[in-house]
């Protein structure tokens, strides 16, 4: 069994940074897409960035501009870089690895945007 870890997550100013990495517990074959997902209080899950195999990234409108995922193939790991963060963006963080025959999920990175 895969386990995904996250960090990077936690408490920053309006307008402020944080980096969220996710680090898969061993090596992964056939990944398709690994992406970031978030979920706020009283919301459903959302998609925010996602990267395929081949690079190809996208990014949900609220996000665009300020946001940018990346990866390591070697490491698989996944990094999303939050920039110019708002109290909207406040939300539990889940690392997602999807392959040809799985999704792995990761266990969410608390990140909180003070006004």
């Known amino acids: 069994q895969v386990q995904l870890v996250e960090s990077g997550g936690g408490l920053v100013q309006a307008g402020g940074s944080l980096r969220l990495s996710c680090a898969a517990s061993?090596?992964?074959?056939?990944?398709?897409?690994m992406a970031w997902h978030r979920q706020a209080p009283g919301n459903q899950r959302e998609l925010v960035a996602s990267?395929?195999?081949?690079?190809?990234?996208n990014y949900a409108e609220s996000v665009k501009g300020r946001f940018t995922i990346s990866r390591d193939r070697a490491k698989n790991t996944v990094t999303l870089q939050m920039n110019s963060l708002k109290p909207e963006d406040t939300a539990v963080y889940y690392c997602?690895?999807?392959?040809?025959?799985?999704?792995?999920w990761g266990q969410g990175t608390q990140v909180t945007v003070s006004s």
């Open positions: 990267i395929t195999y081949s690079s190809n990234t």
């Open positions: 997602n690895i999807v392959g040809t025959y799985y999704n792995y």
């Open positions: 061993r090596s992964i074959h056939s990944i398709v897409t």
